[in-house]
């Protein structure tokens, strides 16, 4: 089953900075956008940014300045990546992959802790 993979989590101290990537674990044809969204505990899960095939990219407003959203193409497979800079306690969550295609796919989520 084809499933986006998610790395570069962990623990940091407030101000700090981190970058998540995410390739899938086989190749997915037609992807028309890739993001990043996060959950929090007690919290509905939120995007925090995403990019379309085109280049178009959209942020949360609470990580604007602050967050990069990219994608590289290597032998036509995407990856992902959000660089996260400034990092604030309010930031963390479990971070989730997405890509949209004729399915949506998802990661299994990593960890993102920023310590105050």
């Known amino acids: 089953q084809v499933q986006p993979v998610e790395s570069g989590g962990g623990l940091v101290q407030a101000g700090g900075s981190l970058r998540l990537s995410c390739a899938a674990s086989?190749?997915?044809?037609?992807?028309?956008?890739m993001g990043w969204y996060r959950q929090a505990p007690g919290k509905q899960r939120e995007l925090v940014a995403d990019?379309?095939?085109?280049?178009?990219?959209?942020?949360a407003d609470s990580v604007k300045g602050r967050f990069t959203i990219s994608i590289s193409r290597d032998n036509a497979k995407n990856t992902l990546y959000l660089q996260m800079n400034s990092l604030k306690p309010e930031d963390t969550a479990v971070y989730y992959c997405?890509?949209?295609?004729?399915?949506?796919?998802w990661g299994q989520g990593i960890q993102v802790t920023v310590s105050s």
């Open positions: 997405h890509m949209r295609a004729l399915y949506d796919y």
């Open positions: 086989s190749r997915i044809y037609s992807v028309s956008v």
């Open positions: 990019i379309t095939s085109g280049g178009r990219t959209t942020y």
